[in-house]
């Protein structure tokens, strides 16, 4: 009887969560496209939003069962004058863009949409995450990368502000970051506890004396060959996801899978994730409504048999349907560009797997991705029967 009452406890508490959480999002997803370089140097990435919805995005989407919304792509205004701070390139201009897709992140994600957000540089991660942030301030953040971007102005190489995005975000780094202009706008709002990292090969001696003084949860290339990639998940969900059901911000730079398979983009890094691993962390995101072990719960699993003979199918049918929708909020694609495919195959290559990732972490299946059937036709009508 304890147990069934502790398990009656659990199936409200999730009926409560879907209705409060998952049912707005689970039919509605939003296509909002940032044509943005200005966070790096390498011209062309401002064209990802196209030739990722040339890839057929839209098309893909549309074989699922939620509606879908494309608001078209944000106009940004380039600085004439935007003189380097701290050797931090356009910073007024990276500002400004990031400040503009803030506030239409939060409207959309007001709004009841799941999120899709077409870079354009990863800088923009600051104004998307952000603008997700002023309406879900519980989110956590999985970030899959090549690189840890979580450089201060002090600690970049470069002075790229697309490797600097986290710095922005995290708490922890409040004190490190300097009064950059154009960014007055936004304050920290996420704890290192909140941010995984996957993928990483490229990490600067700055990023990791933070990802080590923070104790952020990372897995590099050699963690994922290590562990495999379904326990990088577990762990992950089991991060994240132990104290709380909560939004998930997905923010994806395509230069997280090995330039065999992204060739055209930025900052490629030899040995990274292949087609099946990048595929299995999307799916993986979707299915954080029904994966037992995100939540502690696996060892209800081994009890359903049991279950069932008491009659609680009921719980097994509210915890596989009620989470269907999963924890994704908004998910950003980034660092596709065109312009540095060697070849009109390459960039195809590349957009297509940005599809692919997109459309996995919405509900496609490698089986495929089905529609809703009600009923299965009958092999023959009811004329023919008569006969």
């Known amino acids: 009887m304890a147990l069934r009452g502790a398990l009656s406890r659990l199936s409200h508490s999730s009926r409560h969560f879907n209705h409060t959480y998952q049912q707005s999002r689970a039919h509605s997803v939003a296509v909002l496209g940032a044509p943005f370089s200005k966070g790096q140097k390498k011209r062309g990435v401002e064209h990802g939003p196209k030739v990722i919805r040339d890839a057929g995005l ?25 003189e380097p701070y701290m050797d ?28 899709l957000m077409l870079g354009g540089d990863h800088s923009l991660a600051v104004g998307s995450v952000s603008g997700h942030a002023q309406h879900s301030p519980d989110l956590c953040l999985i970030w899959v990368d090549a690189h840890a971007d979580i450089n201060t102005p002090m600690t970049s190489p470069s002075g790229n502000l697309h490797g600097q995005p986290v710095a922005f975000m995290l708490k922890e780094l409040q004190d490190k970051m300097p009064d950059i202009p154009g960014f007055s706008w936004t304050k920290p709002f996420l704890s290192s506890r909140d941010l ?40 992950t969900f089991d991060h994240l996801l132990a104290r709380k059901q909560r939004p998930i911000h997905l923010s994806f730079d395509i230069d997280a899978f090995d ?13 990274g994730l292949t087609y099946r691993e990048g595929i ?19 060892f209800l699993w081994s009890f359903l048999d049991f279950l069932k003979v008491f009659d609680c199918l009921a719980f097994e049918s509210n915890l596989s349907s009620s989470w269907c ?45 089905h529609t809703s059937m009600d009923e299965i036709p009958p092999g023959k009508n009811d004329t023919e029967l008569r006969l």
Request: negative net charge.
């Open 259 to 271: 330039p065999s398979l992204a060739p055209a983009t930025g900052t490629p890094v030899n040995g």
């Open 325 to 369: 929708a999963g924890l994704l909020s908004v998910m950003d694609m980034v660092e596709v560009n065109p312009d540095l495919g060697a070849s009109p195959e390459a960039v195809e290559a590349t957009a297509t797997l940005a599809v692919d990732v997109i459309a996995s972490s919405l509900g496609q299946t490698r089986e495929g991705a």
């Open 88 to 115: 931090v390139k356009f910073p007024r201009t990276v500002g400004a863009a990031n400040k503009k897709l803030s506030a239409a992140v939060r409207n959309a994600v007001s709004a009841g949409h799941t999120l």
């Open 58 to 82: 839209m098309e893909r989407l549309s074989n699922f069962d939620f509606s879908v919304h494309d608001f078209g792509d944000l106009n940004f205004q380039h600085l004439e004058e935007d």
């Open 280 to 298: 299995y962390i999307a799916e993986e995101i979707h299915n954080t409504g029904t994966d037992h072990y995100s939540y502690g719960f696996h």
């Open 196 to 235: 995984v990292y996957i993928g990483l090969r490229d990490v600067d001696p700055g990023e990791y004396q933070f990802l080590k003084s923070f104790g952020i949860q990372y897995f590099t290339m050699r963690d994922i060959d290590r562990l495999g990639i379904q326990r990088v998940m577990e762990v």
